[in-house]
């Protein structure tokens, strides 16, 4: 059996759906904790700060989206990721989720060894990321302590605010990044710049890094996907 020091948070109001996805994460080895609705989902969460946490975002009293919301206010959790579990008839918008604090979302029914493959590629993430300041994905390395970017073996120099830019979106595939986050991360709040700046600079990483990587989500911002 594999072994795995993540430890993962599963909740769905649904007993069925919590046995049968725990059972298969703890096959992998990871250590599962599980809850049946948002409000005793936190106070697991505080305790045992799992890497990875999987909300249902249909749920009573609290909903997937609120819970989201309160945990991303606690400090302990700040490096967990978040994945909603929806159901493809539900009327559940990705950008109000992500918006919310959510890293990714799953559709279902799904298949075991899908849902499995999802959760390691969301854990690997963090596995990437820790300490080192090293992201490795879609053929893309960026290095944040040498502001070295490697794309398909070949290495590339980009100024600093592309080079932040490229690694604030692709710490995190597929969210959509609000214009006003974006400027407030990589320009910051004391720096006055015009609405063009962030255009300007996709469209830069879009010649040096491709086209398809970088795309932008009208009205609200952009997002890295592969």
């Not at 109001?13 to 989902?41: C, M, Q």
């Not at 936190?42 to 909300?55: D, M, T, Y």
């Not at 849902?115 to 390691?120: D, G, L, M």
Request: a neutral charge; charged letters at 35%; hydrophobic letters at 40%.
């Amino acid at each position: 059996m594999p072994s795995s020091s993540h430890t993962i948070l599963l909740v769905d109001d649904e007993p069925d759906i919590l046995e049968f996805l725990s059972y298969n994460l703890k096959r992998e080895g990871y250590t599962v904790f599980t809850a049946e609705n948002g409000k005793d989902a936190i106070p697991i969460a505080k305790k045992e700060s799992p890497a990875l946490i999987v909300l249902d975002v249909m749920m009573p009293e609290m909903d997937g989206m609120e819970v989201c919301r309160e945990l991303r206010k606690i400090p302990s959790l700040k490096n967990s990721m978040i994945a909603f579990l929806t159901a493809r008839n539900e009327d559940y918008s990705q950008i109000t989720g992500f918006e919310s604090g959510a890293d990714d979302y799953i559709t279902k029914p799904i298949k075991p060894n899908v849902f499995v493959s999802r959760v390691k590629g969301l854990l690997r993430r963090i596995e990437k990321t820790a300490s080192s300041g090293i992201i490795e994905t879609a053929g893309i390395k960026i290095d944040r302590e040498k502001y070295l970017v490697e794309k398909d073996g070949k290495k590339m120099v980009l100024p600093k605010k592309e080079f932040e830019l490229l690694y604030l979106l692709i710490s995190k595939p597929g969210k959509v990044f609000k214009r006003e986050d974006i400027l407030n991360t990589v320009w910051g709040d004391d720096v006055v710049v015009g609405d063009r700046t962030i255009d300007v600079h996709i469209r830069k990483l879009r010649e040096k890094i491709g086209d398809d990587y970088f795309k932008t989500v009208k009205g609200v911002g952009y997002k890295f996907e592969f």
